[in-house]
Structures are given as structure tokens and as C-alpha cells.
């Protein structure tokens, strides 16, 4: 969602985009020869994105949050996969799910799958594999035994029952790498376990590990072996500067890259136009983000004069090179998720800027310009400090174009930028005025809006939470979620999404201005089936279970 | 000797001073390392929640003892050589990620040290000893020129030349992508062929330094009066030149050498980055970006000692080589 984040210099990264686009320009008459060598490297598949520090530590812990080796996504197959654009799922190890009850879920379990090692996989290491992320918490990392009471296997069925409804959360479940019993039980620690051979059902094993790049072969024992295109994967290490990458990446030795190239018809496209494409899809919202336990953030009519003072268009436009769409403001990810959009919704929640609009909510909240400055009671001048991380080179984009479109109406704004952690630290305390914040992106408007607006994370000011931490309480937002954590029809969760998208269109609890990109790069020399915008089945990124997605709809050019 | 056991009480001073800086300064650092660590998901586009920081929290074991049973820990590590587990790396020791990446930069940044001390040393007694001539203007203006490239930048504009446009050299790594380090002459090679560029930046930008220096240094030596005795007495031009002039012109460079040479061991945190080097310098980029303490403090630890190692060789070494020292002494 913080597309142009790894920029650690903008000075570097401007003078890397001003040289490769020159050249691309000098050398797109000559570059479209030879494309007729499909096939001729075989079926390897090239993939560019793990980060390497330079270079590489060999751990496959599927579930080490700070690992960072994308192939671990190729080798432990997760239940089904829910899709990141739409919430759609794409079965594995499981056949199918369903809700007996709202707090029962059961997946029934493919029959017939094996290990990479030989041994058989049953719905007992299903239950394994959950228990170890209770015994040991710090593997749990997307909080499963904080909704879950209890995991239990019968036949081919493994039954979860949880805490309390919540329909959405079946995703996240469904989404956990499962780990055989016959090695896992076995070993002291889990947590610090670096598991360097590692034993999976995914379509891939691990075929050879150097510190600059590793290597995943098929694995013949995968259950839909046949479909699989690739007969191996590689992953170099991604370089750690990031003009360093656009370069590495605009010469065009990868499949599949997952980089904001500024211009990148210029940059890459052209450079091989029969085979390059890209498709950069949205894959988040990014937003300013008011404390709402400060005056006069906590006013409503305060919080829509901002909305309505600012151009998201001209602030998509410098954040991300207009690559990106203004937002709309109903926290819905458009097109993705265009079949949960509330039809009632003006305009389908966009928000264009209006000055009158905005002075009369001003007004409403008690403020009107005085001598240029938008004024309170005892005329003191509205103002805020906006806190954004400086390594996150659009969001620094958006918020001085942000401060001075609100300068313009008035309001005294100024930029904290601090590193990331320092900024992290700030905004979970609740001690800001403002920050620039991603919401969203998980494909499921529920787990989008719970974990953003959920009054039950509002912790006091210097009680830190990551959720909800503009401290946002609203009893009325609590009751549609909880509605919409319950259903399990169809009719029933649009119902509850689109009140939901009403109250946060009219209390802008979160000011939402354009979305995050995601940067997918492509080439059809060697595989074709690549996610588009004409098929859009996952989103192209390639650091989570859409590699798996994308890999497995692969086909040999 | 006064001089050297003053040197040796003053070293161990100085050595108790950085070892607790080294300790304080990471800690005023504001956020913590598993802030940082969320930032790098959130630069990823995952969409972070408090379920994920507490389990990053679990796993790298942030420390919640106070700073006083830190800092005792600390220095019980540092006498017994134990600096913990990294939380950049976390199946690595500390020791196992500096081990790796010293002998990369040892050998990059060593080598272009003293190449461009040796090469730049002489062209500034050239320049010197032809002062206001031709050559004099041409050394000068060409290290004013290349002196005045920010190295990231002459690294950048190499990169984008010699390696994307024509291909001559890879774009990034110490070594080609797939191969496991070893003594091999074809990896050596290989080695070699991926250092070129980083060596070329740093040795070029590093250069205009030592020419300058030598260059003033030799202007006043050679209007001293031991040199026009020389040249009076006949002597051949190259003896007068390196022997009279350049070997007492070079005193004050040796120092600035000795305290290159200690840097050696930090890398060169901006050059090595732009290539990807494997060495000291990106590590200590990604320790700090991580708040990674266990893994900053050791490398700071290795940055100063060295520093301070070499200052005090170099402070005994003046002993031999200038003789107002051992009088004052």
C-alpha cells in the first residue's frame, strides 16, 4: 500500500528514473526484436521481491513475522486462499468450507494429499498446526486464538468454534500455513526454529539455498502436480537500494516484479513491449487520519470541511504519479470490491473539493476565516501537525500537497516526519494531531472496517493500539459490525456493509484520499495467465498467499 | 616511557567513554525495534493490527528489564565476546552477521584506502614539486572535479553506464546470485569482477583528499631550508623530491591514514548500499533502520575499537617517526 516506501533517497531515486527513462526512450526502437525465444530457458520462473539485507538468511518458518523469504508461500499450502481484490476463495487443502452456526465454522479436508516428504497429510495436522500457534503465541501472529475457542477434527472434517460470530474471520483462518505434526511436534522451539528443510503440501520444494538467491523444483507429490507450469522458481535477493532495484528491474531479468517504476511505459513496457505489461491495481486506501480525542477533530462538521477543502485528485496525482484513483470515501476499494458498494451512496462516495461546501461545515463547527486564518471561539486559528513516516516518499507527497490545500482555507498545518518507528510510536499512543495512515486492503470490507474503526480498540491516549488508533467510538458502528460479523447470507452482509459505508461516508471518521497502488510487472516470455485488469482474479503482489494464487494459474508460454 | 603509558591510561579511558556510548546512543533512538519491524510490514502493504505486533513482540524477546541490569548485561557480554541474537537476523547471532560481512568490506574498503592513499599521495607530490606548472593545474582541477562527487552519485552514474546501458559489470552483489562463497579462483573472479565499480567510486572520490593534502603539505616542506641546501648541494631532482621534501611532507597524512585505515571497518554505509555490497556498511544501515540494539552495538563496538586501536598505533608509531615527540615526551 506504501508503494514508493523502499525509497530511502528522493534525490537517488528521481536521478535513477530521469536516467532509465531516457534510455528507454533511446533504446525503444531496437528493443522489440527478440521475442521469439519463448521457451528456451524452460520452465524457470524468475521471481524479484525478497528483500534481501543484501543477502539472504536461510529460514523457512512459515510463520516468522520478520522472515522474509516469499518461497515459504510456495511450500506450505494454506486450507484456501481468500482473494485480496474480492474475497473470493481458491480451495487447497481444503474442498470447502461452511458455518453450521455463526460461531461454528467446518472445512472439510482434501483427501489423497501428501507431504513433500512421502508421509500422508490428515485433517490432524490441520488441528496441529493450530494448537502450536496456541501454545506458542508469538507464532499466532494474525491473533487467531484471540476469536477462537477451541479446533477439533472428525472424519474429514476439522470443526473451529469461535468466541464470539464473526463469518469474516474464516479468511484469516483459511489462510494459515500448515505445518506436518511428524516433524513439527519435534521440535524445542518453533518460535526461533529457522526450518531449513522445510516439509510442505505446496506445489514447490526447497531445491537449493545460497545467500544471494534460492531455488523451489516442483514437487512431483503436490496433489494437482499437472497444473503446475514452472518446473522450478528462483528468487534472488532483491537489491537493498532502490534505484539499484528499479535498474535491475527495467532490464528485464524477471518474470515477475513487484516495483513502483515511475513512468513505466518508458521505464519498462517499452523496453520489450511484446512481452512486458504491468498492471497496478489498488490495493488499500490511504488517509489522513484526525485524533479523534482532540477538539475540534471530534467534531464531525470539522472532519467533512476538511474533506470537502481537499483535491484528491491533484494529491493522488503527486503521491503516485496519478497511477492511483481518488478514494471513495465509503472505505470501499473501487473497481475491487465494486459488488459491495452501497448503491444509496452519492456519486459512489467520492468527495470533490468545494470551498464553499467546506467553509459552510467549517461554520457549522464554529470556525470562519478571519483575516485569511480559519478561526475558532477566542479566536484562536485552527490548526494541526501532521505526522507521517519520511521514508514513505508518497506519503510525504500527499501530505505537503495536504498542508497546502488546508493552508489555503485557512488552517495552520505543519509536517512532523519522523522514521517509521518513531511515527509508529506516535500515532498507537494517540498523541498526534493528524497522520497519514493506510486503511484497508485485505478484501473483506468487515476485516477492513473492524480492525480501522472498532470502538473495543479505542485504548485510552498513551495506552498503545495498532487498530483503530485515530480512537474512533461509535456505538452505532460497533452494532453493524457485530450485525455483519454475524451473517452469513449474502443479502444479510451487503445489508450491513452498505450501513456501515453510510456512516463512514457521513462521519468521515478516517479523511480517505486516494488508494495505495500494488506494482505488478510482468513478462509473458516464459509464463503467461498473469492477474489483469480484464482478469483480476488476485492482486499482483508477490509477498503473501498471492504468489500461490498466481503461480498456480500459470501457464508455459 | 611517559609518553606511552599516558597513551595506554588515555586509550583505556577513551575505550570505557565509546563502549557506553555505545550503549546509550542506540537507546535515545525514538521507537522501538518492534515498531521498526512493523514499519517494514507496513512498507510491504500489510495491513498491520495489534494481534501482529503482539506477536513480533514475543518473538524477538524485546528486552523489559531496566536500562541499569541492560547495561550490566552489556558489559559482562562484551568481556566474554557474547553480543546475543539480532532481531534484523533472527536465526543468526550477532557475531555470525558480522563475521559474514567484515571480510567484504575489509577487502573492499581496505584496498581502495590504500590505493587511493598511495595513488593520491604521490600525485600530490608531483602536484607539489611542480607547483603552478601545467601538471600541478591539471592534478588539482581533475581532484577538485572528482573530490566534488557525493560517492553515491559517481557510484549511480557508473551503475547506470557501464552495468544497465552496456553491461560491462552486474549491477549489484559481491558475487553472482546462486553461489555460495569459497576460495575458488572462479568465484574469486567473480569477486573481483562484482567489486570493480563499488572500488572505482570509492578509491575516485576518495583520491582529491590525499592529493590535496600532500600537495600543501609539500609546498611549505620544499620552502624549508634543509631542501634548497639539498638542491644547492646537487642532488638529483627525484632524490630531492621524494626523499628530502615528500618523506617529511608525509607525516601529516600518516595520521589521517591511520584514522582511515580504523574506518575501514565501517564501511562505506552509502556506496555499499547503492550496490548491495555485502558488507559492514549496509549492515550497519539495516541494524539502525531495524533498531536493531543487539546488532548496533556490536558493530559500533567493532567501528570504535578499531578506530581507537589504530590512533594508538599511530600515536606510538610517531615515536620512531618524528623525533620532537620522543624529546617532548
Known amino acids: 500500500m506504501n508503494p514508493v516506501s523502499h525509497m530511502r533517497s528522493a534525490a537517488v531515486y528521481l536521478c535513477a528514473a530521469a536516467l532509465v527513462a531516457a534510455s528507454a526512450a533511446a533504446c525503444s526502437t531496437s528493443s522489440s526484436g527478440n521475442s521469439s525465444s519463448s521457451g528456451?530457458?524452460?520452465?524457470?520462473?524468475?521471481?524479484?521481491?525478497?528483500?534481501?539485507?543484501?543477502?539472504?538468511?536461510?529460514n523457512f518458518n512459515p510463520f516468522d513475522a520478520t522472515a522474509e523469504l516469499h518461497g515459504a508461500y510456495l511450500i506450505y499450502a494454506p486450507l484456501e486462499i481468500s482473494s485480496p481484490v474480492n474475497g473470493s476463495y481458491t480451495p487447497f487443502l481444503a474442498t470447502g468450507y461452511k458455518f453450521t452456526n455463526p460461531t461454528t465454522l467446518v472445512y472439510t479436508i482434501r483427501p489423497g494429499v501428501k507431504w513433500s516428504d512421502g508421509t500422508a497429510f490428515t485433517p490432524a495436522d490441520v488441528v496441529f498446526t493450530f494448537n502450536l500457534l496456541k501454545k506458542y503465541p508469538a507464532l499466532d501472529t494474525n491473533g487467531i486464538w484471540s476469536q477462537i475457542t477451541g479446533v477439533s477434527a472428525s472424519g474429514n472434517d476439522v470443526t473451529f468454534t469461535f468466541k464470539a460470530p464473526d463469518v469474516p474471520f474464516a479468511a484469516t483462518i483459511a489462510q494459515t500455513p500448515i505445518v506436518p505434526e511428524h516433524i513439527w511436534s519435534t521440535i524445542a522451539n518453533p518460535v526461533t526454529f529457522a526450518?531449513?528443510?522445510?516439509?510442505?503440501?505446496?506445489?514447490?520444494?526447497?531445491?537449493s539455498f545460497a545467500p544471494t538467491q534460492y531455488t523451489?523444483?516442483?514437487?512431483?507429490?503436490?496433489w494437482d502436480a499437472s497444473t503446475i507450469a514452472p518446473s522450478s522458481v528462483v528468487f534472488p535477493a532483491q537489491a537493498t537500494n532502490q534505484s539499484t532495484n528499479q535498474l535491475e528491474?527495467?532490464?528485464?531479468?524477471?518474470?515477475?516484479?513487484?516495483?513502483?517504476?515511475?513512468?513505466?511505459?518508458?521505464t519498462y513496457v517499452?523496453?520489450?513491449?511484446?512481452?512486458n505489461q504491468y498492471w497496478f491495481p489498488p490495493g488499500g486506501t490511504i488517509g489522513l487520519f484526525l485524533n479523534l480525542t482532540k477538539a475540534p477533530y471530534n467534531n464531525v462538521n470539522f472532519r467533512?470541511?476538511?474533506?470537502?477543502?481537499?483535491?484528491?485528485?491533484t494529491i493522488a496525482q503527486k503521491a503516485v504519479n496519478g497511477y492511483m484513483a481518488p478514494a471513495s470515501t465509503s472505505g470501499i476499494i473501487l473497481p475491487n470490491e465494486q459488488q459491495w458498494l452501497s448503491p444509496s451512496l452519492h456519486d459512489q462516495g467520492l468527495v470533490s473539493q468545494s470551498i464553499p461546501a467546506a467553509m459552510a461545515a467549517f461554520a457549522k463547527a464554529g470556525y470562519t476565516t478571519q483575516g485569511g486564518k480559519l478561526t475558532g471561539s477566542g479566536s484562536t486559528q485552527a490548526s494541526m501537525t501532521i505526522v507521517l513516516p519520511n521514508s514513505f516518499s508518497d506519503w510525504v507527497a500527499a501530505g505537503t500537497e495536504i498542508s497546502t490545500e488546508l493552508g489555503a482555507v485557512g488552517i495552520k498545518v505543519s509536517l512532523d516526519e519522523p522514521q517509521y518507528a518513531q511515527y509508529s510510536q506516535t500515532i498507537q499512543a494517540g498523541t498526534f494531531d493528524a497522520a497519514i495512515g493506510g486503511f484497508g486492503g485485505t478484501g473483506s470490507p468487515y476485516t477492513d472496517f473492524n480492525e480501522a474503526l472498532n470502538g473495543s480498540f479505542a485504548a485510552p491516549v498513551h495506552t498503545p493500539t495498532v487498530n483503530n488508533f485515530e480512537r474512533y467510538t461509535n456505538t452505532g458502528v460497533d452494532a453493524a459490525l457485530a450485525t455483519l460479523a454475524a451473517a452469513t447470507t449474502a443479502p444479510a452482509q451487503q445489508k450491513a456493509t452498505d450501513q456501515l459505508e453510510t456512516m463512514i461516508y457521513n462521519n468521515v471518521p478516517v479523511v480517505l484520499l486516494y488508494y495505495g497502488g500494488s506494482w505488478g510487472l510482468f513478462s509473458t516470455k516464459h509464463f503467461t495467465g498473469w492477474p489483469s485488469a480484464s482478469d483480476p482474479y488476485t492482486l499482483p503482489t508477490n509477498y503473501n498467499y498471492s504468489l500461490l494464487t498466481v503461480v498456480t494459474h500459470l501457464v508455459k508460454a | 616511557m611517559r609518553y606511552v603509558s599516558r597513551k595506554v591510561v588515555l586509550f583505556i579511558i577513551t575505550l570505557w567513554a565509546a563502549i557506553t556510548l555505545n550503549f546509550v546512543l542506540p537507546r535515545l533512538m525514538p521507537g522501538s525495534p518492534v515498531d521498526a519491524a512493523l514499519g517494514k510490514l507496513a512498507s510491504a502493504g500489510v495491513p498491520i493490527t495489534n494481534a501482529e505486533k503482539a506477536a513480533i513482540e514475543a518473538q524477538l524477546g524485546a528486552p523489559h528489564t531496566s536500562l541499569f541490569v541492560q547495561y550490566g548485561d552489556y558489559l559482562k557480554n562484551i568481556v566474554t565476546l557474547r553480543f546475543g541474537t539480532s532481531y534484523s537476523f533472527p536465526s543468526e547471532?550477532?557475531?555470525?552477521?558480522?563475521?559474514?560481512?567484515?571480510?567484504?568490506?575489509?577487502?573492499?574498503?581496505?584496498?581502495?584506502?590504500?590505493?587511493?592513499f598511495v595513488i593520491g599521495t604521490l600525485l600530490g607530490v608531483y602536484a607539489g614539486w611542480h607547483r603552478g606548472k601545467l601538471g600541478d593545474s591539471s592534478v588539482t582541477i581533475g581532484a577538485t572535479f572528482f573530490g566534488a562527487f557525493p560517492p553515491f552519485w559517481l557510484g549511480l552514474l557508473l551503475l547506470y553506464w557501464l552495468s544497465f546501458k552496456y553491461g560491462w559489470f552486474p549491477i549489484k552483489g559481491g558475487y553472482n546470485p546462486g553461489t555460495i562463497p569459497n576460495w575458488s579462483l572462479s568465484f574469486l573472479g567473480d569477486a573481483v569482477d562484482h567489486s570493480v565499480l563499488p572500488a572505482l567510486t570509492l578509491a575516485i572520490t576518495a583520491l582529491s583528499g590525499w592529493v590535496f593534502g600532500m600537495r600543501n603539505n609539500m609546498i611549505n616542506t620544499l620552502g624549508e631550508d634543509f631542501v634548497t641546501f639539498a638542491e644547492a648541494n646537487g642532488l638529483r631532482t627525484r632524490t630531492v623530491a621524494l626523499l628530502y621534501a615528500a618523506r617529511n611532507a608525509l607525516l601529516p597524512n600518516v595520521t589521517a591514514f591511520g584514522l582511515s585505515l580504523g574506518a575501514v571497518v565501517g564501511g562505506a554505509v552509502l556506496v555499499e548500499g547503492l550496490f548491495s555490497y555485502p558488507g559492514v556498511g549496509n549492515l550497519l544501515y539495516i541494524a539502525v533502520t531495524n533498531h536493531d540494539f543487539p546488532l548496533m552495538q556490536a558493530l559500533f563496538l567493532v567501528i570504535t575499537l578499531s578506530m581507537l586501536v589504530t590512533i594508538f598505533i599511530v600515536d606510538l608509531l610517531y615515536v620512531r617517526l618524528d623525533p620532537r615527540v620522543r624529546s617532548t615526551a
Open chain 1, 216 to 222: 523451489l523444483t516442483k514437487n512431483p507429490l503436490y
Open chain 1, 195 to 207: 526450518n531449513t528443510h522445510p516439509v510442505g503440501t505446496g506445489p514447490f520444494v526447497l531445491g
Open chain 1, 40 to 58: 528456451v530457458t524452460g520452465g524457470t520462473l524468475t521471481i524479484q521481491g525478497d528483500v534481501g539485507n543484501p543477502t539472504l538468511v536461510e
Open chain 1, 304 to 313: 467533512q470541511g476538511i474533506s470537502l477543502a481537499l483535491d484528491r485528485t
Open chain 1, 249 to 266: 528491474v527495467s532490464s528485464g531479468q524477471f518474470d515477475w516484479s513487484y516495483t513502483y517504476l515511475p513512468d513505466v511505459k518508458a
Open chain 1, 270 to 275: 517499452d523496453r520489450d513491449a511484446a512481452t
Open chain 2, 93 to 116: 547471532t550477532v557475531a555470525q552477521a558480522i563475521g559474514k560481512a567484515l571480510p567484504w568490506t575489509v577487502a573492499l574498503v581496505g584496498v581502495t584506502t590504500v590505493f587511493a
